[in-house]
């Protein structure tokens, strides 16, 4: 029963920042990439930022120099830095593990509920 958290979500004004956390729990074996993902109405859902487990980071263009992706693999947490957040990262923010569980053979990707961030004055 592996289950993925998000905190951190809120409301904040353009040019504001915001951090996002994830926590993962459950009988877990290992963790490999971790990362963010967002969905905004209407849209599809898009990467934000994914980090390996040896903490190479990639990022979407449209967040690069904005946000910054990090992890504690020894707490199994993934947090998202958000800084001069504009509207148009207002979305749903997924937190998203490529992990394997006990109870299966191979590795798969599991994933939050989801976090409310809205940007707006």
């Known amino acids: 029963q592996v289950q993925l958290v998000e905190s951190g979500g809120g409301l904040v004004q353009p040019g504001g920042s915001l951090r996002l956390s994830c926590a993962a729990s459950g009988r877990i074996l290992s963790y490999n990439d971790m990362g963010w993902y967002r969905q905004a109405p209407g849209k599809e859902r898009e990467l934000v930022a994914r980090?390996?487990?040896?903490?190479?980071?990639n990022y979407a263009d449209s967040v690069k120099g904005r946000f910054t992706i990090t992890r504690d693999n020894a707490k199994n947490t993934v947090d998202l830095q958000m800084n001069s957040l504009k509207p148009e990262d207002t979305a749903v923010y997924y937190c998203?593990?490529?992990?394997?569980?006990?109870?299966?053979?191979?590795?798969?990707?599991?994933w939050g509920r989801g976090t409310q961030v809205t940007v707006s004055s």
């Open positions: 998203n593990a490529d992990l394997l569980a006990v109870t299966h053979l191979f590795s798969r990707d599991y």
């Open positions: 980090i390996t487990r040896g903490g190479i980071t």
